[in-house]
């Protein structure tokens, strides 16, 4: 049996490319279906986030004419990892596979056939990764790239150089379901799912009409978020950096004392720099034990599943519910 594949498009304030890019990605689907790649109930799921011009007149003229496509609008716009998070979960219903991409035409359409394939070789996760950067400037790539480091320095798990254009499947997106966290940065989070992934690499465009959403203050803000939502590192640092005053302040005390014994100090100095730099180190790692405590309760107030089983032995089933 072929897979269904929804392939899950967010779209805020696209007029311009939307008419542009729409088609391409209808004929995808129109040519994964008659090659037998995928089943005959697969869509295109555009998912409108809450766009102030004609985006959403567009998918609903898009959707009555074509029955690939169809669309669900966001009651108002809730920046583009809800947009996709939205789609996924409705797409969850009756997709196999979800393939997630953006609609300005930069990612390139054509690895579909190569995630579909992975898919079919047994990868639950396919992570499409940009082989090169060239058509971004060189402060574009810089930041980005940065970006990737920063995170996986910061403890959260990322694929460098990917963004959101990937395939899942619907028992990775069942598991998800149960990461109940409202700050979400996908790319980070899929990851902690677990299950077989691979990549598939390919090459990054210009958008085809329209503008960037994504400018540096947005880009530095998903930084954060994407740090702060999933990681308690940037405390530790606290506590480390404590720790080392603490160290740095014992020896300044030290230090501070032989001066006095030797006499080259002006009456006072010695207790002041004494009190100043211990002090300082105390406090430091003191709010570094309080933000540990903070970090715990947070991650606990997430209640993310504990364990997710990916496969049973056949007989498993069998064995639940006979006590004979
Ligand atoms: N997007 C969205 N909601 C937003 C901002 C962006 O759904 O609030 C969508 C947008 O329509 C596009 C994708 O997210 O399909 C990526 O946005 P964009 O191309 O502007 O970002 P860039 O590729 O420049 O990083
Ligand atoms: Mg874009």
Not at 195 to 219: I, Q, W
């Amino acid at each position: 049996m072929q897979p269904v594949l929804y392939i899950v498009i967010p779209c805020y304030n696209e007029e311009e490319v939307l008419p542009v890019t729409a088609p391409l990605f209808g004929e995808k689907i129109s040519q994964l279906i008659i090659t037998g790649k995928i089943s005959e109930k697969s869509r295109v799921l555009f998912v409108n986030d809450g766009s102030k011009d004609k985006t959403w007149e567009i998918i609903k003229k898009f959707a009555a004419e074509e029955k690939y496509f169809i669309g669900i609008s966001q009651s108002r716009n809730r920046g583009h990892q809800n947009a996709v998070l939205a789609g996924l979960m409705e797409a969850k219903l009756s997709a196999d596979i979800t393939i997630s991409i953006d609609c300005d035409g930069q990612d390139d359409i054509n690895a579909i056939d190569e995630m579909v394939e992975a898919y079919m070789n047994g990868a639950d996760i396919v992570y499409g990764v940009r082989s090169k950067r060239t058509t971004d400037t060189f402060f574009k790539r810089f930041t980005a790239e940065s970006f990737y480091k920063l995170l996986n320095r910061m403890g959260v798990e990322v694929v460098f150089n990917h963004a959101d254009y990937r395939l899942v499947s619907k028992r990775v997106l069942e598991a998800f379901s149960d990461f109940k966290e409202v700050n979400i940065f996908l790319r980070g989070m899929f990851p902690l799912v677990g299950f077989n992934s691979t990549v598939v690499y390919y090459e990054r465009h210009e958008r085809l009409a329209g503008k960037s959403h994504y400018p540096l203050k947005k880009m530095l803000e998903l930084a954060f978020d994407g740090i702060t939502s999933l990681s308690i590192k940037p405390i530790r640092l606290i506590t480390k950096l404590g720790i080392l005053i603490s160290l740095l302040g014992v020896a300044a005390a030290i230090w501070a004392v032989v001066m006095e014994i030797i006499g080259d100090t002006v009456a006072g100095w010695a207790s002041l720099v004494c009190i100043v730099s211990i002090l300082g180190g105390i406090q430091l790692v003191s709010l570094g034990v309080i933000g540990e405590y903070i970090g715990k309760i947070y991650m606990e107030t997430k209640s993310r599943p504990r364990y997710i089983i990916s496969e049973r032995t056949e007989n498993c089933d069998d064995d639940i519910g006979e006590s004979d």
